[in-house]
């Protein structure tokens, strides 16, 4: 089975500080995602990376930044945390699809953040 | 941009059938995917169309139309264990940048 594990369930902290949300999978998946999810918004992609030292902008970058040293871990940086970043942080990884294959994401249980 | 529609919640009796709908505008389209998650749960994969037709995998069915931007979740022989939030996602190509729907929360009631 993938694992796709996360570095925490559940994380408080304060306005300003930063942040590390770790995401590790055990299938040698190509792509890695960082989603937020948020009551009624479904979930949003903030970042993606299809390779190791490769990422892409989702759609809602801003305030966030991800760094893939190693095939098999993603990490999410709040740079500066703010109270509208509380939400729950979903990680997801994929292989390379084949051609006319379905994207299957495995997804990790989730980090819930809190920013006070 | 990439919209998809489909309805926040449904309500549906044990035994029964129930139907999903979700309708996409999406810049590209590969495919259409379908996601479960349970309350406190992760989202998992429930099925997959990239072609217009009916795809069955037991007792869930997912339908494609590309001309109309349109599919649906089919759940049948509805249990207390279907409960949970369901996800239609559009892949449009791109290296697999998914986008997903605001999903539907389905009640199972006895």
Same mark, same amino acid.
């Given at each position: 089975d993938v694992k796709v594990t996360q570095s925490s369930r559940y994380l408080v902290k304060r306005t300003g500080e930063k942040v590390f949300l770790e995401c590790v999978?055990?299938?040698?998946?190509?792509?890695?995602?960082?989603?937020?999810?948020d009551p009624g918004l479904g979930l949003r992609?903030?970042?993606?990376?299809?390779?190791v030292k490769m990422k892409e902008k989702g759609d809602i970058p801003e305030g966030y930044s991800v760094s893939r040293e190693k095939k098999e871990r993603f990490s999410l940086i709040l740079e500066s945390a703010s109270t509208n970043q509380t939400s729950m942080?979903?990680?997801?990884?994929?292989?390379?699809?084949?051609?006319? @294959? +379905?994207? &299957?994401?495995?997804? @990790? +249980?989730? &980090?819930?953040l809190t920013v006070l | 941009?990439?919209?998809?529609?489909?309805?926040?919640e449904v309500t549906a009796v044990e035994g029964?059938?129930?139907?999903?709908?979700?309708?996409?505008?999406?810049?590209?389209?590969?495919?259409?995917?379908?996601?479960?998650?349970?309350?406190?749960?992760?989202?998992t994969f429930l099925s997959y169309n990239a072609l217009d037709g009916l795809e069955e995998?037991?007792?869930?069915?997912?339908?494609?139309?590309?001309s109309d931007s349109y599919g649906y979740l089919l759940l049948q022989e509805l249990q207390m264990k279907d409960s949970a939030s369901y996800f239609c996602a559009v892949d449009s190509g791109g290296y697999q940048k998914v986008t997903f729907g605001t999903g539907t929360k389905l009640q199972v009631i006895p």
């Open positions: 999978q055990d299938m040698d998946h190509e792509n890695m995602f960082w989603y937020r999810q992609l903030i970042y993606f990376s299809y390779d942080y979903l990680c997801a990884s994929s292989p390379r699809p084949l051609a006319g @294959g +379905p994207d &299957t994401q495995y997804f @990790g +249980p989730g &980090t819930r | 941009g990439q919209s998809l529609e489909q309805p926040s029964a059938i129930v139907q999903i709908n979700c309708t996409y505008q999406t810049s590209g389209f590969y495919g259409l995917s379908w996601y479960q998650q349970h309350d406190g749960g992760a989202p995998t037991g007792r869930f069915s997912s339908f494609l139309s590309r």
